[in-house]
């Protein structure tokens, strides 16, 4: 249960514009939600992309890019490179925009990368099990739904029109 930031009352649902949005019943205040803002990158090094192996929820213990939660105030690319410090033990170089995802229903909107690791050994951070480099050949199942295309986009040259 949410309440209401301005009087405390408990919100309730309710179409408003079209859409069912939280209104307190009691002042009248609508809660517009804000997305979230979410980067991954796919970084590379001879050829082989450096992959996290989560350890947590959602997609315990399966392969993805080192990825995360753009704060409030931050600029996207220092996001992704912290990311992937964090996640990784390895610095970055960002190269070009792989594309922005997003998806009707789902706050999260993901925006992927394409870097070259330029220093640095993997080494695992404390959101992750492991941190491999896999060639394009050997790739591991990937987590995500986008993951694949993210992979394609890379591997192609290709990006979001
Ligand atoms: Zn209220």
Request: proline fraction near 9%; glycine fraction near 10%.
């Amino acid at each position: 249960m949410n309440f209401c930031s301005r009087c405390g009352h408990a919100l309730q649902e309710r179409e408003i514009d079209g859409k069912v949005r939280p209104v307190c019943p009691a002042c009248a205040a609508v809660v517009y939600r804000d997305p979230k803002v979410a980067v991954g990158v796919v970084a590379a090094r001879a050829g082989a992309v450096l992959l996290t192996r989560r350890n947590h929820e959602p997609k315990m213990g399966q392969w993805s890019f080192p990825s995360g939660f753009v704060d409030a105030g931050e600029q996207v690319e220092e996001a992704a490179i912290r990311e992937v410090r964090e996640e990784t033990g390895t610095e970055v170089r960002l190269d070009r925009l792989l594309g922005v995802f997003s998806e009707t229903g789902n706050p999260v909107i993901f925006i992927a990368y394409a870097a070259t690791v330029i220093d640095g050994e993997p080494v695992p951070g404390p959101e992750c099990l492991a941190v491999e480099f896999f060639p394009p050949e050997r790739m591991p199942e990937l987590a995500f739904p986008h993951d694949g295309e993210i992979l394609r986009r890379w591997a192609t040259g290709g990006r979001c029109p």
